[in-house]
């Protein structure tokens, strides 16, 4: 099984950027589509962004047209290039990993969760 790592939130103003990392370590990388999650304060956890085996990508419309997820075999790791932040973005990101053919949705069997990173959109 896939070992994830997230990395890179923080706090930033509305308006603003980041980067989040998903690094993973154990089995073969490329084999796992990747998904990007997030759990607002109080809320339950809803699905961001998946990338799948060849890059095709799928976003939640709350963040099309804003984020973009990226993947790097050769690094083993996933991104998420958030752009124009919301105070709604507030949240802690995890990200997760399957083992799929098809372009990665947000009721798929995802599994090997990260310990997540907080970011903090302020107004």
């Known amino acids: 099984q896939v070992q994830l790592v997230e990395s890179g939130g923080g706090l930033v103003q509305a308006g603003g950027s980041l980067r989040l990392s998903c690094a993973a370590s154990?089995?073969?990388?490329?084999?796992?589509?990747i998904g990007w999650f997030r759990q607002p304060p109080g809320e339950e956890r809803d699905f961001v962004a998946a990338i799948s085996l060849s890059g095709g990508s799928t976003y939640a419309d709350s963040v099309k047209g804003r984020f973009t997820i990226s993947r790097d075999n050769a690094k083993n790791t996933v991104y998420l290039q958030m752009n124009s932040l919301k105070p709604e973005d507030t949240a802690v990101y995890y990200c997760?990993?399957?083992?799929?053919?098809?372009?990665?949705?947000?009721?798929?069997?995802?599994?090997?969760w990260g310990q997540g990173t907080r970011v903090t959109v302020s107004s």
């Open positions: 154990g089995r073969t990388f490329s084999n796992y589509a």
């Open positions: 997760a990993a399957v083992i799929t053919a098809r372009q990665p949705i947000s009721n798929m069997p995802w599994g090997s």
